[in-house]
């Protein structure tokens, strides 16, 4: 499967923005689908998944409450809706998929798919 993050820019601190992955070559409905970010001299680091059919999420402690995950499989696409953004939220955001499985996790080891990444910067 193929993804491709879209929806970066720069926002204000406060403001909202919406990512979102655009998959194909595959069945999009039967894989979890995660976002990751890596902030500037940072590692990797887990923000939010879906599972296959939306019913399960999962959220770094940080954007619960002011992220948000979903998908529409009709569409092929997940979104990662962020709101309130502060400018720790800045970083390239990822999203991935674990084609192996409609359940999800929070592990990035279990993602075998990756998109390109997209930036965000939130100015204070």
């Known amino acids: 499967v193929q993804l491709q993050a879209s929806g970066g820019g720069l926002v204000q601190a406060g403001g909202s923005l919406r990512l979102s992955c655009a998959a194909s070559?595959?069945?999009?409905?039967?894989?979890?689908v995660a976002w990751f970010r890596r902030a500037p001299g940072k590692p990797r680091e887990f923000v939010s998944s879906i599972s296959g059919s939306g019913v399960t999420t999962y959220y770094k402690n940080s954007v619960k409450g002011r992220f948000s995950i979903s998908r529409d499989n009709a569409e092929n696409t997940a979104y990662l809706s962020m709101k309130s953004v502060k400018p720790e939220d800045t970083a390239v955001y990822y999203c991935a998929a674990d084609t192996s499985t409609a359940y999800t996790t929070t592990r990035e080891e279990d993602f075998d798919s990756w998109g390109q990444g997209t930036l965000v910067t939130v100015s204070s």
């Open positions: 070559g595959g069945s999009f409905s039967r894989y979890a």
